[in-house]
Nanobody, 113 residues
């Protein structure tokens, strides 16, 4: 069974940076399309960054130029580097395969103004 564990969230001031990490067991990130999602209070979960199995990336307009998704195949980890954070980035962040495995617990990111 696939299990996803996100980490690296925290409280940061606007303009700051965080690096989120995601570990998977039961499935390799290497040959799959993966993504980072986020869910803000009272809002639907949204996809903010994707990374295909061949290394192509795509970003939501709201994070383009500020967030970078990457993968370490040797560690079976996926990362989200978040720079120039804004209060509107505050949310619980989740990683997942694009075919949607069971969700992990997510990691809270709070950006103060």
């Amino acid at each position: 069974q696939v299990q996803l564990v996100e980490s690296g969230g925290g409280v940061v001031q606007a303009g700051g940076s965080l690096r989120l990490s995601c570990a998977a067991s039961g499935k390799s990130f290497s040959f799959n399309n993966v993504g980072w999602y986020r869910q803000a209070p009272g809002k639907q979960r949204e996809l903010v960054a994707t990374l295909t199995n061949i290394g192509s990336t795509n970003y939501a307009d709201s994070v383009k130029g500020r967030f970078t998704i990457s993968r370490d195949n040797t560690k079976n980890m996926v990362y989200l580097q978040m720079n120039s954070l804004k209060p509107e980035d505050t949310a619980v962040y989740y990683c997942n395969f694009l075919w949607l495995a069971p969700w992990g617990q997510g990691t809270q990111v709070t950006v103060s103004s």
